[in-house]
């Protein structure tokens, strides 16, 4: 069975067909790339999946189960986690209870503990600590936890905004453009940190890119939207010789 | 009868919150901010009235007059020094404490020059007004006034935006601020705009507000200032009539409320008003809707 | 110890230290009557700071109605105590009445909270202020007596409770509630401040406090990363409502009348607060308590300031935050600033 199951999936505003009949599989463990010409619908898709927008119609199941009309919440509680286009970190709180913060629906403890700091408060707090420190190391952020999020470059704020996405634990992460604003040497370094994400958590990855290097080189399967359709689906070598997507990105 | 004599006060009352809403609306639907010391500007033009017709001791249209340009020269001196700086700025409660304080500074600037004590306001409008239904029905020169003033004021202003360069400019400016400015609009000078409109207009509603209820203190613009907001968000912010609709509903229905239900709880029910519709439809009677981007 | 540890320790410090202080002057004799009776309303005032920090700083909603909470915490503890005082004795009574005076403006926080929470920035600050301005207009038309059939109501006048002879008006409408025990002083005042400073400061460095915050920053992300927003909004919004209440509470049984008056309950009071809290820093909880004191103290200290406060406080507030959030300003500080950073940097070199 799929991770990952759309089916015949779509969405208007206001008449306008933004995604239309919108399929996708993604197997576990796979890194899968979705792209596609400006205005396509891919942050549309995105927004379908994590329950910013209900769809009209359609079908999606995580792991066999139907998430379609949960709410954003409930998606990531059923393990799906996100970036953005434009980087959303918590910018007052510090790097690491950035991450606290996505692991705070995983390590629990009551509101009564919270302002009293008593009971498993500090155990929890102990091991939620320890947790995050493991995670900003996986990601060679621990030399920085302790300063605020706005202050870090926007090359390791991109690696916060995943490690905080891993934190809530994960079964399949959505990147929305990571190289968005990178220069070559970001974006060198990106790929190796989406390497390090599959290789260290083993972890199922789905994600927008415009940049082709990039996708060419770490996705393995493709799906190419224009127009909120599907244009082509499979391999990313197949995909990316097929004269109908070099007509659709490159022009006439 | 005098039901109708109560719902003319209110129309009177609710003219004048719509003059005001105006006002609040333009600058809202503009610079995007809560002018909180909108109110405040009301007082300022009452004030200079009180003093231009004690010096003068003559016809009221000077002080209106001079109360008009003082005021716009006042909201234009506010947005240029207190909240141009904070456009942009990363919360966007910082213009709006900032608008706050400017309200502070306006009400406390008068307690210091004029005193707390009432003034007693003599009105703008000589007129006695008329007697209809053989002296059954009798309503006030300032009455009528205000109503035709605040028709007068909307039909001037549509005309204004839907038909003249600066006027479009502003709608644009409303819908986007960057698309505008690509577009050659000059965005400062738009809110700048706004501001001397919105604040000319609360002089104005000041010499009708303090004609009808004659009693000036430094705090006299603030509750009818919020009221007003009340009112532009009733129709909706950012629409001309409907900040009209809201200031006439919300006049009426304080007026009827004090008279037939309690004096105590009229201003209750009014801002109950606005908890509701913000409720049941946020975007006001004429507004638009508005989804933030992810 | 860590860092935040040591600088909460230090607030309770500076709190406590203050208490001896004042405690020492007034013991030698050098402290004027006058002064005794503001000690009571300064740790009021600081406590309800510290809701409103809370409010504005941590959750990052801007409220103009708080004072309407402590409204709610007034009256009911009041009501409560007036109608006990011959009943229990005072300990347990006040003790009751503070239950009593934070569970209703809890109750209210969260009631209120429900449709105020679903709005955001200028029109959640307006509703606030509706919201405070209904509390308070409705308390002045409230009428309570209680004679041997137990308790009247009315909305219309004292007249309409009909009461036997015996009866006695607890709540007069406009005229308030008369006579509530003065069960506050300085060092009560001083507990409840501690307590909420306690609450605040641990719920900031909590599981909880972190989610409130998230959602201050960048609630979409908070969102996706699982955290329930309204949930912690109302959390925030009502745990301030409760401390806006306890404040209440030492301000009812600190006064003879009891009136729901502008000058105490009316947006203008919340603006106050607000003043303390942006000139004490917006999220600063710390900063919020020591400028509530001081800017409660010093113009009651100097008469001749007095005149001017208010006047003064509004251009403070408003070059504080062009200072502090205008994006031009903030630029070139980080340059100048910068650039003093570098130098000092290459000299050292």
Redesign the interface.
């Known amino acids: 069975m799929a991770l990952l199951e759309v089916n015949n999936l779509s969405i208007s505003f206001g008449g306008l067909r933004a995604v239309g009949d919108f399929n996708l599989k993604i197997e576990k463990g796979e890194l899968y790339g979705l792209i596609g010409p400006n205005g396509a619908g891919k942050t549309t898709v995105f927004n379908l999946l ?1 329950g910013v927008y209900k769809p009209d119609e359609g079908i999606i199941k995580l792991d066999g189960q139907d998430i379609t009309r949960k ?3 409930e998606i ?2 059923a393990g799906i ?2 970036t ?1 286009q434009n980087i ?6 510090s790097v690491i ?2 991450v ?3 692991l ?2 995983r ?3 009551s ?1 009564f ?5 008593l009971g498993s ?1 500090k155990a ?2 102990k091991e ?1 600590e320890e947790e995050a420190l493991r995670l900003l190391k996986v990601f060679d952020l621990d030399g920085e936890k302790d300063i605020l999020a706005s202050n870090l470059p926007y090359g390791k704020q991109r690696k916060l905004e995943i490690a ?2 891993m ?2 634990n994960p079964k399949l992460l959505l990147l929305d453009e990571p190289a968005a604003g990178m220069n070559p040497n970001e974006t060198k370094e990106l790929m190796e940190t989406i390497a390090l994400v599959r290789r260290e958590f083993d972890m199922t990855i789905l994600l927008i890119e415009h940049d082709m290097k990039l996708v060419s080189g770490i996705c393995e399967k493709l799906t190419v939207l224009n127009f909120g359709r599907v244009l082509c689906q499979g391999e990313t070598k197949e995909v990316l010789a097929d004269p109908e997507v070099i007509k659709a990105y490159i022009g006439d | 009868m005098s039901f109708l004599t109560y719902l003319i006060n209110g129309l009177s009352l609710g003219s004048i919150y719509a003059i005001i809403a105006l006002g609040y609306t333009m600058v ?1 639907g503009i610079a995007k ?2 002018n909180f010391a909108h109110g405040d500007f009301i007082m300022v033009g009452c004030y200079i009235i009180f003093s231009v017709s004690a010096a003068l001791s003559g016809n009221p249209i000077i002080g209106i007059l001079i109360a008009i340009v003082l005021c716009t020269l006042l909201g234009i001196t506010t947005e240029f020094v ?1 909240y141009r ?14 608008a ?3 309200s ?2 306006l ?3 008068a ?2 020059i004029f005193g707390a004590d009432i003034k007693s306001f003599t009105s703008v409008v000589k007129w006695e007004g008329i007697t209809l239904f053989d002296g059954q029905l009798k309503i006030q020169g300032v009455t009528i006034v205000t109503i035709v003033v605040s028709i007068v004021i909307l039909i001037v202003l549509q005309l204004f935006i839907n038909k003249t360069k600066q006027g479009q400019a502003m709608l644009a400016a409303s819908e986007d601020k960057g698309a505008a400015a690509l577009m050659g609009i000059n965005v400062n000078r738009t809110i700048m705009l706004t501001f001397a409109i919105g604040s000319a207009l609360a002089a104005i509603a000041g010499a009708l507000l303090c004609s009808a209820y004659p009693s000036l203190s430094p705090y006299t613009g ?1 509750m009818p200032g ?1 009221k007003a ?2 009112a532009a ?1 009733l129709g909706g912010i950012g629409s001309i009539p409907g900040a009209m609709i809201g200031g006439l509903v919300l006049g009426i229905v304080e007026i009827l409320s004090k008279t037939y239900i ?1 004096s ?2 009229s ?2 029910i009014v ?2 008003i ?2 509701i519709v ?2 049941v439809k ?1 975007t006001g009677i004429l507004g638009k809707k508005y989804l ?1 981007k ?1 | 110890m860590s860092k935040t540890k040591r600088d909460n320790l230090i607030t309770y410090g500076i709190v406590i230290l203050a208490f001896i202080i004042f405690q020492v002057l007034s013991a030698t004799g050098n402290l004027s009557s006058h002064m005794k009776g503001l000690l009571v309303p300064m740790t009021y005032y600081a406590v309800i700071a510290v809701a409103l920090n809370l409010c ?1 700083g941590i959750l ?1 909603e ?1 409220s ?1 109605g708080h004072c309407g909470f402590m409204c709610i915490g007034a009256f009911t503890s009041a009501f409560f105590s007036k109608v006990t005082e011959e009943v229990l004795p005072t300990a347990p009574r006040f003790i009751i009445a503070f239950i009593i005076g934070i569970a209703f403006a809890a109750l209210f926080g969260f009631l209120i909270g429900i ?1 105020v929470l ?2 955001k ?3 959640l ?3 606030t ?3 405070g ?2 509390i308070k ?2 308390i ?2 409230f009428y309570i007596g209680v004679d041997s059939h137990g308790l009247h109501f009315s ?2 006048n004292a007249m309409e409770l009909n009461m036997e002879a015996d009866g006695q008006i607890i709540v007069n ?2 005229m308030g509630i008369t006579g509530t025990p003065h069960d506050s002083n300085f060092a009560i005042g001083i507990a409840v401040l501690l307590i909420s400073l306690f ?1 605040v400061l ?2 900031i ?7 409130i ?2 959602v ?3 609630y ?10 309204t949930r912690y909004k109302m ?1 925030a919004f009502t ?1 301030s409502a409760a401390i806006a209440g306890a404040a209440g509470v030492l301000f009812s049984h600190n006064i003879t009348t009891l009136t729901a008056s502008s000058q105490y309950f009316g ?2 009071a919340s ?1 106050m607060i ?2 303390y809290v ?1 000139l004490g820093g ?2 600063n909880i710390r900063g919020s308590v020591i400028a509530a004191c001081i800017l409660y103290l010093l113009p009651e200290l100097l008469r001749g300031l007095n ?2 406060r ?2 003064i ?3 403070v ?2 070059v504080m ?2 200072v ?6 903030i630029e070139w500080r980080k340059r100048t600033f910068g650039n003093l950073l570098k130098k000092s940097g290459k000299e050292m070199a």
């Open positions: 994590t709410n954003t919440i990531n509680h986690a996100r953005f959303r970190l918590f910018k007052q709180l209870d950035n606290k913060v996505g705070s629906e390590i629990k403890y509101l503990e919270s302002v009293f700091h408060y929890k707090e939620m905080r996405a934190a809530t | 809202y901010m809560l207190a700086p904070l456009r942009g700025a990363a919360s966007p409660l910082a213009v709006l404490i900032t706050i304080g400017v502070y500074l009400e406390n600037v307690l210091l603030a919020i907001f009340v968000v309690s105590q709880l201003d209750a801002f109950g606005l908890v913000l409720l946020p933030e992810v | 504005v990052g801007l103009i449709p679903r709005l920035g200028d029109y600050a307006i509703v202020l509706a919201f301005e209904i207009n409705v002045n038309a909305m219309k409408g406009a609450v641990n719920l460095n909590s599981r909880d406090g972190r989610a915050m998230a201050r920053d960048n979409i992300a908070a969102e996706a990363s699982g955290i329930n927003v959390m745990i947006y203008n603006i607000l003043v942006v917006i999220g005149t001017y208010m006047l406080y509004s251009i507030l408003i935050m062009i502090n959030w205008s994006p031009k300003v």
